[in-house]
């Protein structure tokens, strides 16, 4: 069993923009994400959670790349599952004057 890789980029069917995934925000970026879910060793799908992680990277796209690694770590370390393949829709940011940057992420099957 392994992780299933998530797409984020348009030409891997990702609906985010280029130029989006290509900012620089301020650092670091509290990134979340709501109703995670993968499966374990039986394929069977495990408890959905949510889960926020401070990143600091230099771009969008490798903060979440970044985030990505961190949700899959999680779930082998806590569930002892594995993300399934998901695509990027889009990006919910947070006030731009707000103290701490955040981004809501939402996937699609």
Request: charged share 25%; glycine share 4%; proline share 8%.
């Amino acid at each position: 069993m392994q992780h299933q890789p998530w797409r984020w980029l348009p030409s891997e069917g990702g609906l985010v923009s280029s130029d989006t995934l290509a900012l620089r925000p301020v650092d670091p970026v509290l990134y979340s994400m709501r109703d995670v879910w993968g499966f374990d060793l039986d394929d069977l799908p495990i408890e959905p959670f949510d889960i926020e992680v401070r990143i600091t990277a230099p771009s969008v796209l490798e903060g979440l790349q970044l985030f990505e690694r961190a949700v899959a770590d999680y779930m082998a370390d806590h569930f002892d599952a594995f993300n399934r393949s998901l695509v990027l829709e889009r990006l919910q940011w947070n006030d731009p004057f707000a103290e701490q940057p955040c981004c809501e992420i939402f996937m699609a099957d």
